[in-house]
């Protein structure tokens, strides 16, 4: 089993909520809820590149990866990784597939357990923002706007996710889990509200060798 698909396990099983990400935030600053809104307001579907980096307790770096994100929302996304190897993650609203390309398996477990408490809720789904998280102004070093969101879930591994932004758009976002380990995600390319194929949000599985069923 592969570094990549157990860091994204992490964000998907162990974290309990993978990919790309706001659900609820509970209002602790009107401007910091509204910078969020902002955002998300008539965000249909989304498409944009993506860099991500992973890093253990003492910092160190366990993985890059690359790839593409599709969002259509509510409960619709798809993670494609080119490398460093091929995989895919499907959530179709009901269910989330994670896709070995190179095994032709494929695992999946029930969206709404394995996505609660994580970045996937954010964009994915349409709930009130006042549902899932505590949200806090970060100091800019950089020239985004940093806000950060603290699970309200006690049930999940997931310490604290920050959200940067650019002028216009969601930049960045790092996520810590209670094992001191640190995903960040950089966004570029981004498109909203264009056409999506709905097979995009769909596994086949008579085309797969294994279709592992997690719960």
Same mark, same amino acid.
């Given at each position: 089993?592969?570094?990549?698909?157990?860091?994204?396990?992490?964000?998907?099983? *162990? $974290?309990?909520?993978?990919? &790309?990400? !706001?659900?609820?935030? %509970?209002?602790? /600053?009107?401007?910091?809820?509204? +910078?969020?809104?902002?955002?998300?307001?008539?965000?249909?579907?989304?498409?944009?590149?993506?860099?991500?980096?992973?890093?253990?307790?003492?910092?160190?770096?366990?993985?890059?990866?690359?790839?593409?994100?599709?969002?259509?929302?509510?409960?619709?996304?798809?993670?494609?990784?080119?490398?460093?190897?091929?995989?895919?993650?499907?959530?179709?609203?009901? *269910? $989330?597939?994670?896709?070995? &390309?190179? !095994?032709?398996?494929? %695992?999946?477990? /029930?969206?709404?357990?394995?996505? +609660?408490?994580?970045?996937?809720?954010?964009?994915?789904?349409?709930?009130?923002?006042?549902?899932?998280?505590?949200?806090?102004?970060?100091?800019?070093?950089?020239?985004?706007?940093?806000?950060?969101?603290?699970?309200?879930?006690?049930?999940?591994?997931?310490?604290?996710?920050?959200?940067?932004?650019?002028?216009?758009?969601?930049?960045?976002?790092?996520?810590?889990?209670?094992?001191?380990?640190?995903?960040?995600?950089?966004? %570029?390319?981004?498109?909203?509200?264009?056409?999506?194929?709905?097979?995009?949000?769909?596994?086949?599985?008579?085309?797969?060798?294994?279709?592992?069923?997690?719960?």
């Amino acid at each position: 089993m592969s570094l990549q698909y157990l860091s994204f396990l992490s964000l998907i099983q *162990r $974290v309990a909520y993978c990919g &790309i990400l !706001l659900g609820g935030i %509970s209002i602790a /600053n009107a401007a910091d809820t509204n +910078r969020v809104d902002a955002y998300l307001a008539n965000l249909n579907t989304l498409t944009a590149e993506f860099e991500q980096y992973t890093f253990n307790a003492d910092h160190t770096q366990m993985l890059e990866a690359h790839g593409t994100l599709y969002l259509q929302r509510p409960g619709r996304f798809r993670w494609e990784y080119d490398s460093p190897t091929q995989q895919v993650i499907v959530a179709d609203g009901k *269910r $989330v597939y994670l896709h070995d &390309i190179d !095994l032709q398996q494929v %695992s999946h477990q /029930n969206q709404d357990e394995a996505l +609660r408490g994580t970045p996937a809720l954010l964009l994915a789904n349409r709930e009130p923002i006042a549902t899932h998280f505590t949200i806090n102004t970060i100091e800019s070093t950089d020239g985004r706007d940093w806000v950060e969101l603290t699970p309200k879930d006690q049930d999940t591994d997931v310490v604290k996710i920050q959200l940067g932004f650019g002028q216009d758009t969601l930049d960045s976002l790092i996520m810590q889990d209670s094992f001191g380990q640190e995903t960040r995600l950089n966004f %570029s390319q981004a498109q909203r509200n264009t056409t999506l194929k709905p097979e995009l949000f769909k596994i086949e599985q008579n085309e797969m060798d294994d279709f592992l069923q997690m719960d």
